[in-house]
């Protein structure tokens, strides 16, 4: 289980069949606000909302036929989960998404929308987790881990070979994290391209799993509180974690209300509307000055799949 800069490359060749590069924009007021040339790369402009999908399609491209008659088995709440829906249909692939019995109806419905089958059991994502190890034995398809599957790296590292290419003069990226496997992507593109560019991994600090993990060398469990859906994991995943130990410039945490906050910012600021996971790069710049001021600094947008609660907390600007 590995991850170079070529397999980035040639997920790219696969992306750009399905899907075009993504807008990324610096809006003078929100440069103001933040004391910083901030460029908002907008993976909440993708088809299912979020970068997510870019992994999906790699992942399917790379399926043989058989493979994917026999279809594809994951557990997720969220973006993962229609990502992976999302590709299977346009690769006619069977798909199975194990759900938490308490996931949100409107969750499982964008799931189904796409053609996937859901099943709501359990209640975790670790009992999911545990359901979707057995279905896949059962069945013989094939067990898709949202941190551990190499093809879903590769396929969201493209965003950053965008970035880099578009801004070849960063000095930072600022990337939310969950299970890693966008910020770990970053930093194997950022090394090839632009080597004096750092990238800073984020996370909620009402789910510091991945943080934990990065800052003890291993994998550690942690509670998962974050009202963040897009950043709510329990535990570190390790091929993620292996490219963040020698690829991150540093690990941040901000609170769940900061991000609020910063969604805010990107809706009056940037016109755009984050979910919490996609403004909590922003959350970061903008409670550290110290790192980031009078720097050019790229934050990825990665999602805008905000649900109701989301949405009605935009008020109060
Ligand atoms: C999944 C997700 C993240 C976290 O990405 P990882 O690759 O799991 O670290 C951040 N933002 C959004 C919108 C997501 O869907």
Redesign the pocket.
């Known amino acids: 289980m590995d991850l170079d800069f070529g397999d980035v490359l040639a997920a790219r060749e696969v992306v750009y069949r399905h899907l075009p590069p993504t807008p990324m924009w610096s809006y003078p007021v929100l440069n103001e606000t933040v004391g910083a040339t901030v460029f908002v790369k907008h993976e909440n402009a993708q088809p299912v909302g ?1 970068f ?1 999908v870019r992994g999906g399609l790699t992942l399917l491209d790379a399926m043989s036929p058989d493979d994917r008659k026999r279809g594809i088995v994951t557990w997720s709440t ?3 989960a229609q990502s992976l829906a999302y590709a299977s249909s346009v690769f006619g692939a069977a798909c199975t998404v194990v759900m938490p019995g308490t996931a949100s109806t409107a969750k499982a419905a964008a799931v189904r929308g796409h053609g996937a089958e859901v099943v709501l059991t359990g209640d975790d994502l670790e009992a999911a987790q545990r359901y979707a190890e057995a279905l896949a034995d059962r069945t013989r398809a094939r067990l898709v881990s ?2 551990d599957t190499p093809e879903l790296l590769a396929g ?1 590292g493209t965003l950053y070979l965008e970035i880099l290419e578009a801004e070849p003069e960063l000095d930072a990226i600022v990337v ?8 770990g992507a970053a930093t194997v593109v950022a090394r090839e391209l632009a080597p004096a560019c750092k990238v800073y991994g984020v996370q909620s600090a009402s789910s510091p799993a991945a943080y934990d993990s990065w800052q003890a060398g291993e994998l550690v469990n942690r509670p998962n509180r974050t009202r963040v859906a ?2 709510a994991t329990g535990r570190g995943y390790e091929l993620p974690q292996r490219l963040l130990r020698t690829g991150l410039a540093d690990f941040l945490l901000v609170t769940d209300d900061e991000i609020d906050a910063a969604r805010r910012r990107l809706a009056a600021d940037a016109h755009t509307l984050a ?1 919490g ?2 403004a909590a790069a922003l959350a970061a710049v903008l409670g550290r000055p110290d790192l980031f001021e009078g720097r050019r600094v790229a934050v990825v947008c ?2 805008g799949n905000a649900d109701a609660t989301e949405l009605s907390g935009l008020s109060g600007l």
Do not use: D
Not at 176 to 183: F, H
């Open positions: 979020a997510k969220g973006n993962h949202p941190g969201v939310p994290i969950g299970s890693g496997t966008g910020a897009g950043l979910e996971a996609g990665t999602g």
